[in-house]
C-alpha cells in the first residue's frame, strides 16, 4: 500500500469518526438511556437509521445471506478476515468475553458477525473453522468480490483497502470499528475501537431493549 493510500485510509475513517461524534451530539436529547454514558463505552448513534445494500454474500454454513434482511435482533458487523495477525483475533476475542458477561435475554437478542475483506481466502468453511475458535455462535459472511464487500463496507462507512492478492502472504488494512445494525435491519450507528469490555457489558443490555 502507498502512503497516498494510507493518507486517504486515515483521513476516511478520522471523517466517519466525526461524523458520527456530531450526529450523536443531536441525540443528547433524544431517545432512551445516558447518551454521555454510550458515547464513554464508545457507542455512537446516528440520528437517522441507514439502510443496508441488497447485497447477497455467503455465510460460514454455505447459505445465500441478504445483508439488507438482517432482522429480528441487533447485529454487530465486524469488517475483518481470517488471517488477520492483530486486530481481528484480539476483537473476537473480546466479543465472546462481551457477550459471555451479557445476561441471557441480551445475548438472545444479539448476533456477532465477520464480513470478510478477503473474500479471495476466506471460503465458508474457512469461516466456519476459524470462528470456532472464539464462539460457534459468531456468523461469518463472504462475499463474490472484494466489490460486494466494499458495498456494504461503504454502506455503513467502514473502509478497508483491498489487498495486491497477487502477493504471497498479504493483509488487508480495515478499521476496527463495528456497525451497529437494528433488528429492524438498518444500520442505528457504530461502536469505537478499541473496545471496553467492561463499559459495553454495561451499555449494551439497555440499547438491546431498543426496537
Request: with cysteine; hydrophobic share 40%; charged share 15%.
Given at each position: 500500500?502507498?502512503?497516498?493510500?494510507k493518507?486517504?485510509?486515515?483521513?476516511?475513517?478520522?471523517?466517519?469518526?466525526?461524523?458520527?461524534?456530531?450526529v450523536?451530539?443531536?441525540?443528547s436529547?433524544?431517545?432512551?438511556?445516558?447518551?454521555?454514558?454510550?458515547?464513554d463505552?464508545?457507542?455512537?448513534?446516528?440520528?437517522?437509521?441507514?439502510?443496508?445494500?441488497?447485497?447477497?454474500?455467503?455465510?460460514?454454513?454455505?447459505?445465500?445471506?441478504v445483508?439488507?434482511?438482517?432482522k429480528?435482533?441487533w447485529?454487530?458487523?465486524?469488517?475483518?478476515?481470517?488471517?488477520?495477525?492483530?486486530?481481528?483475533?484480539?476483537?473476537?476475542?473480546?466479543?465472546?468475553?462481551?457477550?459471555?458477561?451479557?445476561?441471557?435475554?441480551?445475548?438472545?437478542?444479539?448476533?456477532?458477525?465477520?464480513?470478510?475483506?478477503?473474500?479471495?481466502r476466506?471460503t465458508?468453511?474457512?469461516l466456519?473453522?476459524?470462528?470456532?475458535?472464539?464462539?460457534?455462535?459468531?456468523?461469518?459472511?463472504?462475499?463474490?468480490?472484494?466489490?460486494?464487500?466494499?458495498?456494504?463496507?461503504?454502506?455503513?462507512?467502514?473502509?478497508?483497502?483491498?489487498?495486491d492478492?497477487?502477493?504471497?502472504?498479504?493483509?488487508?488494512?480495515?478499521?476496527?470499528n463495528?456497525a451497529?445494525?437494528?433488528?429492524?435491519?438498518?444500520?442505528?450507528?457504530?461502536?469505537?475501537?478499541?473496545?471496553?469490555?467492561?463499559?459495553?457489558?454495561?451499555?449494551?443490555?439497555?440499547?438491546?431493549?431498543?426496537?
Amino acid at each position: 500500500m502507498t502512503r497516498t493510500q494510507k493518507t486517504v485510509f486515515i483521513l476516511v475513517a478520522i471523517v466517519a469518526l466525526i461524523m458520527g461524534l456530531t450526529v450523536n451530539k443531536v441525540l443528547s436529547g433524544k431517545g432512551q438511556g445516558d447518551p454521555t454514558a454510550l458515547i464513554d463505552a464508545g457507542i455512537i448513534l446516528l440520528p437517522q437509521s441507514r439502510q443496508l445494500p441488497p447485497v447477497t454474500m455467503t455465510n460460514q454454513n454455505g447459505q445465500p445471506v441478504v445483508v439488507n434482511e438482517l432482522k429480528g435482533k441487533w447485529s454487530l458487523l465486524f469488517f475483518g478476515y481470517t488471517f488477520c495477525p492483530d486486530i481481528c483475533p484480539t476483537t473476537l476475542a473480546q466479543l465472546r468475553q462481551i457477550k459471555s458477561e451479557l445476561p441471557k435475554e441480551a445475548v438472545d437478542k444479539l448476533q456477532v458477525i465477520l464480513v470478510s475483506v478477503d473474500p479471495n481466502r476466506d471460503t465458508p468453511a474457512q469461516l466456519k473453522q476459524y470462528l470456532g475458535y472464539f464462539d460457534p455462535q459468531f456468523e461469518g459472511l463472504t462475499g463474490a468480490s472484494v466489490d460486494d464487500v466494499q458495498k456494504v463496507s461503504n454502506a455503513v462507512s467502514i473502509p478497508f483497502i483491498p489487498a495486491d492478492t497477487s502477493k504471497p502472504n498479504y493483509t488487508v488494512d480495515h478499521s476496527g470499528n463495528l456497525a451497529l445494525i437494528g433488528p429492524d435491519g438498518t444500520q442505528r450507528g457504530f461502536i469505537r475501537a478499541p473496545l471496553n469490555n467492561q463499559k459495553l457489558v454495561a451499555q449494551l443490555p439497555g440499547l438491546l431493549q431498543r426496537k
